[in-house]
């Protein structure tokens, strides 16, 4: 994690490794950035994990149109990520104008985890995207690590969940001795469908983040603590 103190604007980062989990956090990241006057950076990874299935000899891909299986190449993954860099970048712009707030666009080949944490920030938000599907989303989940220290996010949280229309419910693990950091945050959001999961940690707290937002099925948001 860097160090910028000195700069005045915050910025929410929005990673992910296709538009399709991108779309579904755009529109609340630029929420967020208006709320804490600062800037959205969106990041398309291309995660060295996916690129690696070009290299399997029975990889195939379904093509819609056609109904027919195709073999995935490097050269077919690259086109295909080039052309989601191209909306993602497009459809942050839009929603950067209609929320007035700054932007930018990078587009990088790596780890998503790695990469996402070299850029941010203390004071800065990470933003996890996740296809939104057919699922009836719940409320907004917010997972309290770190009590009286989260006071400030809480009631971020209550406002994003306001500007969303929708509900929050707080899981305070101080509270929860069933939902320990590990496993049990898994498996209570296992059972739930909510329909975005902000996360209070401290250092202290070595969470995967990815686990998170497989198990949840939905963006996942954590604020870089200073």
């Known amino acids: 994690m860097t160090d910028r103190n000195n700069q005045l604007k915050r910025r929410v980062i929005i990673g992910a490794t296709c538009f399709a989990d991108a779309d579904a956090a755009i529109a609340m990241a630029a929420s967020l950035a208006k709320m804490v006057e600062g800037e959205i950076l969106g990041l398309l990874v291309e995660d060295d994990s996916i690129l690696s299935y070009a290299d399997l000899p029975f990889a195939k891909t379904l093509t819609f149109q056609q109904g027919t299986l195709q073999p995935v190449t490097r050269k077919t993954m690259d086109s295909a990520f080039l052309r989601d860099a191209r909306v ?10 209609q929320t007035a707030v700054n932007w930018s666009f990078e587009h990088k080949r790596g780890q998503m985890m790695p990469l996402l944490q070299s850029a941010a920030s203390a004071g800065d938000f990470i933003f996890l995207g996740y296809q939104q599907t057919g699922i009836v989303r719940g409320e907004i989940i917010f997972i309290d690590f770190v009590g009286d220290d989260a006071s400030d996010l809480l009631d971020l949280s209550k406002a994003i969940a306001s500007e969303m229309g929708l509900g929050l419910h707080t899981v305070s693990l101080s509270n929860h001795e069933k939902l320990n950091p590990k496993t049990g945050v898994l498996d209570y959001l296992r059972k739930i469908s909510p329909a975005a999961v ?23 948001l954590l604020y870089m603590q200073k």
């Open 88 to 97: 993602f970048e497009r459809r942050l712009a839009n929603a950067a104008s």
């Open 198 to 220: 902000i996360v209070a940690s401290d250092n202290q707290h070595n969470l995967d983040l990815l686990d998170i937002l497989e198990t949840a099925r939905c963006p996942v």
